[in-house]
Structures are given as C-alpha cells and as structure tokens.
C-alpha cells in the first residue's frame, strides 16, 4: 500500500435516498454515491485525519457508529493509512465490529471478529466465512490494501457494486472524483434541516409504513438518551474525538427532530 494516502470509505447498505439525510448530519462534505443493489457509498473529504487531530480509524469507527445507530441498516466503513488498514461494522445499538492489518498485510485483529461480521450481514456461513477466516491468515503475498479489496469482494455477494475507481487505498481526491461519475452521484455539504424534512416525505411516497407516534417517540428518546451523553464524552476528553462526536451529535439532532415531529399535531389537507 502507498504510504500517502489516508482515507475512508463508508458503506451503507441503504439505497442513497435514505442515506442522505443522516449523512447531512456528520458535518463532513462527502459524495453520496449508488454502489449497487441496495447499497451506496459515501466518500468524505477528510478534513478530520487532514490536521492530524485523531487517527483515521478512530474518525471511520465514529461516523460508522453514527450512521448505523441511527438507522436500521449497516454501515461498514473501509479506512487506511500508511501503516494500517482495517473496517468497522456498525449495526444498530450493538458494539461495533472491527478488524486490523498492517500496511504489510500482518492480520492483527480477532478471528472471532470475522465470524460476527458475517453473521450481522447474514453472510453465507460456510463459503463466505471461509473467504473471510483467509483474510485472517498470514499471506506474504496479500498486503493491507489486497486485505480490503478482498473484503470488498465477499460483500459484492450481497449486492455491493462500488463505481468505477473507488477502491480502498487510493487518495481521497481520486475517490472522490470517480465517485461522481456514477449516475445519481450527489454531493452532501452539510446538516440541512429542509433536506432532512424532505427526505421523510419522500420515503413514504415510496410506500414506506410509517412507524406509530409512540414507537418513533420511544425511539428519539433513545436517541437522546445515548446522544447527549456521547456527545458530552467526546468533547470533554482531553483531546476532543471528532468521530465519536459526530455520533453523539447525529444521536442527539435525531432524537430531537424525532421528539419534536413526534408531537406535531397532525395535518389533514
């Protein structure tokens, strides 16, 4: 692997119309892309791990938790530098999962790690697991870059079709770019609550059930009640977390946008 470039790529396995709303909300530019049936990927400008304020992983862990909590799909964001690569899923309230090489390919993570990647993706358990386990397994041959890309190819079993040119490894301005090629590419610049109003509107003009007042009530509160108290960590720390930040932030701008449309007296028109 090329010992220049650092980057992220996040991968929701969401169709892109749902993803950018609470993309909106990571307060990062990135390019919002389809990636293929069922999935899309965000390509961030990476303005965080740029002034060398946090490690790259720590900033993919934290905008992987804060799109996957507050959504009910997965989110596995890809990440290097010029020492490590590895990936994050993020699923739900569950503590995320992750996985570590070094630049040379030397895995460093837990195997039991893989096993549950999988099982949260609802990967096949014989034939992609094994696919997986080798990732785990020393190979001269297979640096840290090989490692993602072959990571990358157990989930385009799932659908996943990434555009042309973003691959895990290259520079940020190359990912970018190649990201906008892809019909139906968008740029997200930042929390915009009339994006986020309209974005609702349109989901349910797609047929999508509305959950109950009650159920979405309960759920902004725990939101807030995971939000506010992330959000307060990160900023307290000695050196500020951006990612976990972002998470809190996410977390805590739904759970009150979730409160507040919450009880909205109805309209009828």
Do not use: K
């Not at 991968?11 to 749902?18: G, I, K, M, S, W």
């Not at 159920?215 to 990160?234: D, E, H, K, T, Y």
Request: overall charge neutral.
């Amino acid at each position: 692997m090329d010992a220049t470039p650092t980057g992220v790529l996040l991968l929701c396995r969401a169709e892109p119309d749902a993803v950018a709303a609470p993309a909106h909300l990571l307060r990062e530019p990135m390019v919002l892309a389809p990636a293929g049936t069922g999935w899309s990927v965000l390509v961030p400008e990476g303005r965080p791990w740029l002034d060398g304020s946090e490690p790259v992983e720590r900033i993919a862990t934290g905008w992987a938790t804060a799109l996957g909590v507050g959504a009910p799909w997965p989110v596995v964001a890809l990440w290097w530098d010029g020492e490590r690569a590895g990936h994050t899923l993020a699923y739900g309230f569950r503590r995320p999962v992750d996985y570590t090489w070094l630049a040379d390919g030397t895995p460093v993570g837990e195997d039991e790690a893989m096993l549950t990647f999988a099982e949260r993706l609802g990967l096949d358990p014989v034939l992609d697991v094994q696919d997986l386990q080798a990732l785990t397994r020393p190979d001269p041959h297979a640096d840290a870059r090989a490692r993602l890309l072959g990571l990358v190819a157990v989930l385009t079993r799932l659908g996943l079709e990434p555009p042309p040119g973003v691959q895990p490894g290259g520079t940020t301005a190359h990912l970018r770019a190649a990201a906008r090629t892809r019909p139906g590419a968008r740029d997200v610049e930042g929390p915009d609550r009339r994006d986020t109003a309209r974005a609702e509107p349109d989901a349910a003009g797609r047929g999508t059930p509305a959950a109950p007042a009650r159920v979405r009530l309960a759920v902004a509160g725990v939101q807030l009640a995971v939000g506010l108290p992330l959000l307060v960590w990160a900023l307290a720390r000695r050196t500020p977390s951006p990612g976990w930040g972002c998470a809190g932030a996410l977390l805590t701008a739904q759970g009150a946008l979730g409160l507040a449309s919450g009880r909205r007296p109805a309209s009828y028109g």
